[in-house]
């Protein structure tokens, strides 16, 4: 199952989640996730529309390096 990335707002890198789920169970997730980062050891915020599934096309686009351009409304 693949993991859920978000991006760390203290150091822009793209860090894992403690969650994973099948795209499916991705697209209704609702609300707001928080997590310890491995990049900056603290706890962090997200929702659906600052993560991405691993292995996801939007992982490409992210790395191409869009601060921010994956909140979508
Ligand atoms: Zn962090």
Same mark, same amino acid.
């Given at each position: 199952?693949?993991?859920?990335?978000? &991006?760390?707002?203290?150091?822009? =890198?793209?860090?894992?989640?403690?969650? =994973?789920? =099948?795209?499916?169970? *991705?697209?209704?997730?609702?609300? $707001?996730?928080? *997590?310890?980062?491995?990049?900056?050891? @603290?706890?962090?915020?997200?929702? &659906?529309? @600052?993560?991405?599934?691993?292995? $996801?096309?939007?992982?490409?686009?992210? +790395?191409?390096?869009?601060?921010?351009?994956?909140?979508? +409304?």
């Amino acid at each position: 199952m693949p993991r859920i990335l978000t &991006k760390c707002p203290q150091t822009a =890198r793209t860090v894992p989640t403690v969650l =994973r789920m =099948r795209e499916a169970a *991705f697209e209704a997730l609702s609300g $707001s996730h928080a *997590f310890r980062c491995p990049a900056c050891n @603290d706890i962090h915020h997200w929702e &659906k529309g @600052d993560a991405w599934l691993e292995g $996801s096309p939007v992982v490409a686009a992210g +790395a191409v390096g869009a601060p921010g351009a994956a909140v979508a +409304a």
